[in-house]
């Protein structure tokens, strides 16, 4: 009797988990964190790097709207766009620009970085262990993202098309939340980087 009590328990937890998700994440307005980035290629060989993630959300852009500013330091890898170049800088402000010691070009215009609120209407798939740590599992038009169960403002995991890639795993470290510093967002000085970025193949 006691099992069938526990399991009808159980069941109806189950239920209600799945008609209450939790509240969506929402970003904070600056934050930075380190993070493993495993890339994907066209030939879907993986390509693990180090990575570091700043972002802000600002009305300190080219429109004067609110819009999200992110920068990538890539370490090892850079999607196949700089020459003889492994390491780089993705800049999403105005534009996507990739920066690096021989090149700064546009690679996709006019694209601003993510608002804080970009998970709204995802749908919630359930609690999941990542790293040891609880976290909810949401999906949002071919992007998937993991937030930590005990504090939705830290981002675990990310999993989506990003860049040139055909699917990227991000696993974010410890998210440092705090304003950024606007000049992480500047283009290089005495540098044009109005031209688009050649065409190159992703490896």
Known sequence: MLAIITLVVFIVSVAGNAQNPPSLPIWPTGFK????????????????????????????????RLHGQERHDHFGYCYGWAVDEPSCIILITD?????????????????????????????????EQIHGKTVDHWYSHDHEYWSEVSNLRNGVRYSGPNFKTPRQFTDYDVWQIGAQDPTLFHLPKNTDCSQSCPKQKFK
């Open 95 to 127: 534009n996507v620009y990739i920066v690096a010691r021989n090149l700064c070009c546009i690679a996709m215009p006019g694209n601003f970085g993510v608002p804080i609120h970009w998970l709204t209407g995802a749908t919630w798939l359930g609690t």
């Open 33 to 64: 964190t380190d993070a493993t980035v495993t890339a994907f290629d066209e030939d879907n060989q993986p390509h693990p790097h180090h990575s570091v993630f700043y972002y802000t959300y600002t009305n300190k852009t080219t429109s004067g």
